[in-house]
């Protein structure tokens, strides 16, 4: 669903900004948080397609 929901913002908007910053969820995230988290790997992936980051902001 999250990679759905970010495919159809991005291709409404035909731009990306090279990072994303998220809230923490486990949509995305393996564990951890802030700059010690650790992105799950299908959503690494995703975001490479479109040339941008996912970043987990600091608690």
């Known amino acids: 669903m999250m990679k759905c929901f970010f495919h159809e913002g ?4 035909s731009y990306c900004a ?4 998220i809230d923490n969820t486990n ?10 988290a650790v992105i ?3 959503m ?3 975001a490479r397609q479109y040339g941008f980051k ?3 902001h600091e608690i």
């Open 10 to 13: 991005l291709t409404f908007f």
């Open 18 to 21: 090279h990072h994303c910053i």
């Open 27 to 36: 949509l995305a995230r393996l564990m951890g948080s802030g700059a010690n």
């Open 40 to 42: 799950v790997d299908e």
């Open 44 to 46: 690494n992936r995703f």
């Open 54 to 56: 996912f970043i987990c």
